[in-house]
């Protein structure tokens, strides 16, 4: 590929020969060494102060992140949600190797149901004047409805579907995305068709003179402090739940049978996991996530319609999990900042009349095919503890002294070949 | 699948092996895992041969039939690849299927374990018939296997690999591991401890965080047989385990062959190596065109005119 380079010039011809491959190591790899080599209370000593700054990001909006062409808080909000969706896409794609190209079929039933349950334009509107259903509580008593009703979605889906494998899954997921966007465009007696809902329900807190409607009110534009902060506040408490929760899952039976169903599912099903019960577990989650993220976004913007849910947004999604390392929890939400934060940074220059976040589809779908040839597995690629006892094994790991690459020889093998 | 280039390759036959043109795996390692600092009693075997079958006292009718095929058949469209095979394994023993290429030996395999359904015929296991139960069920039940090319979990480490068999006897749904419960906690603790002890075992222990894609061939096939060992199985199948291996590493392979016997595991052997077969079994079932043709004593299959007529051929004067 490279010419500049003598030693690739002229092909290896024990290149072929050569079996497993070393993994490459950067950044992510650096970080992580240095993150498992700390005690407990030092993690927490380094983790809660950047927890902390990434909080407060869209208050300061210190000028190089500052996003000039729109504003830099509802971006983050945005980017929340994304981040949501990459952690369950993440549990269905990353770790259960199951491609699912409809993943937006699930963020807009989540965002539907609420809306359906609040909005003032739809024939189901529950609101109360008191109780759970009142104007305060509604958006709050929606969540785990949204977030049942897409595990279900999840589950219907899963059913049939997942007897499938690779390819066809694909395809049926890819259709069942669409079919949830058609169905909301028109059953017009429901959802309102393409005029979509609008007034749905949000936390009024902090109702002060200046903001009648509360800081989570879309109406709170004004200053560092507006409703996008707010939202992203609120959508950071549930990237921070659910990353615990599905890293629990992760370092269990659940997760270790992902990982050998992406593997290898005939030599995993014969080793005695039930294949087709936790595939439709991480069906089931990764749905209930998206459903979470989509009732967040109800919620933020207030108004809903079906072009918010076109297939394009699955690839969006999709794209983020690639780029950020597929399997990496902590590296598909910074797939997430890439695809949220890049186009708005760029809103506001303009090539040809248009601007050049207009252009984002082009530029990650350049950058999927260079990451492909380049890096494969990702930014951050994943190096997965399945274990939830690990630490004592890895604490009695003896490294050799010497530089990686030299430890002990594998029997059997001992004429140097290459090089 | 996920062995890469090597694994079970014809590429990479006995020959290659014993001259040592076996590729330098350039892997970084992921260091050396100091056995004793974890579980000091994992130094000592009986410990390590206790931990590893910890229901082998339990196993005392010795010499009943654990497994038994009757009339076994599978056709795959027109080619009867197995006949009306019978045959029984004996708790205990170590029985090993022997045939030439192409005999049957696998498909025979396959057919116990659930992977082919039998088109006529039957298996019993423990006095059930298998007919209608799931492979991950047929792994609960007891019968475990290890794949003629490698099959294992290459992104994960050996110690998580043998974790995922061990999880074959575990019950932790999604629902206790979001809230770690008890036997969540519990679960995990021992399939870390025993997973080792398996890793101890078989002779790999100190490799128990390398990822199973970056182990020599010889470890990966043996954790192959400590991950088939962790779904503690009464019956433990191995096809060609020694496929690929030099002169010595079969050897040892034998010798771990017999000390999982003498664990109180039964095995059922495919094996080409004659010498390996020889050395190791109790018995010998002999397959050819997937018809049985003996099922004997080591000593006496040496000796049967039927073996050796598939194994050589018949000279041209003796077919008249």
Known sequence: ?419 | MTAGPGAGDAMFDNEDMAANLAPEVDVPTAGVVDVAAIDPALVDPEAVAEAVAPQREIETAEGQALLKTEGLTVRFGGLVALDDVSFEIRRGEILGLIGPNGAGKTTCFNAITGVYKPSAGRVMFDGEPLAKTKRNEITRLGIARTFQNIRLFGEMTALENVVVGTDARHRTSVPGAIFRTRRHRREERDAVARGMALLEFVGIAPRAVEKAKNLSYGDQRRLEIARALATEPKLLCLDEPAAGFNPSEKSALMDLIRKIRDDGFTVLLIEHDMRLVMGVTDRIVVLEFGKKIADDLPAAIRENPAVIAAYLGVPDDAIA
């Open chain 1, 1 to 419: 590929m490279s010419t500049e380079n003598p030693a690739a010039a002229q092909p290896d011809p024990t290149e072929l020969l050569r079996g497993p491959q070393p993994d490459k190591h950067g950044v992510g790899d650096a970080i992580r060494s240095w993150w498992n080599g700390l005690a407990r209370p030092m993690q927490w000593l380094f983790g809660v102060p950047v927890i902390a700054l990434i909080a407060i990001l869209p208050v300061w909006r210190p000028p190089i992140l500052d996003t000039p062409g729109t504003d830099f808080g509802g971006v983050m909000a945005q980017f929340a949600m994304y981040a949501l969706i990459a952690i369950g896409l993440n549990v269905v794609v990353g770790q259960a190797g199951l491609l699912d190209l409809g993943y937006v079929g699930f963020y807009a039933v989540g965002a539907y149901t609420v809306a359906l349950l609040t909005s003032p334009n739809s024939p189901w509107n529950k609101m109360t004047e008191s109780g759970f259903f009142s104007e305060d509580w509604a958006w709050l008593s929606c969540l785990p409805i949204a977030v049942a009703i897409t595990a279900f979605t999840g589950l219907i889906l899963g059913t049939p579907t997942l007897r499938l494998r690779g390819d066809y899954l694909a395809i049926v997921t890819l259709g069942f995305g669409e079919i949830v966007r058609l169905l909301a465009d028109n059953l017009t007696d429901v959802t309102n068709g393409g005029q979509g809902l609008s007034q749905i329900a949000y936390p009024h807190l902090g109702e002060t003179e200046d903001k009648p409607y509360g800081v989570f009110s879309a109406g709170n534009t004004g200053g560092n402090l507006n409703s996008g902060v707010w939202w992203f506040w609120v959508g950071m408490v549930m990237v921070i739940i659910a990353l615990l929760l599905v890293g629990n899952l992760e370092r269990s039976r659940v997760g270790r049978a992902w990982v050998a169903i992406r593997e290898d599912e005939d030599a995993a099903e014969i080793m005695g996991v039930p294949t087709f019960k936790f595939k439709l577990w991480a069906f089931t989650i990764g749905a209930s996530i998206g459903g979470l993220s989509g009732a967040l976004y109800a919620g933020q913007v207030q108004f809903i319609n079906p072009t918010g849910f076109n297939v394009i947004n699955s690839m969006l999604f999709l794209c983020a999990v690639v780029i950020g390392g597929q399997g990496n929890k902590l590296g598909v939400i910074v797939g997430a900042f890439i695809i949220v934060y890049l186009p708005n940074r760029a809103m506001s220059i303009e090539i040809g009349g248009q601007s050049l976040g207009d252009y984002k589809y082009l530029f990650f779908g350049l950058a999927l095919v260079v990451l492909m040839i380049f890096r494969p597995q990702g930014l951050f690629p994943a190096r997965q503890k399945l274990l939830a006892y690990g630490r004592q094994i890895y604490q009695a790991v003896r490294r050799p002294s010497d530089a990686p690459g030299t430890g002990p020889a594998p029997s059997g093998a001992t004429t140097e070949v290459g090089g």
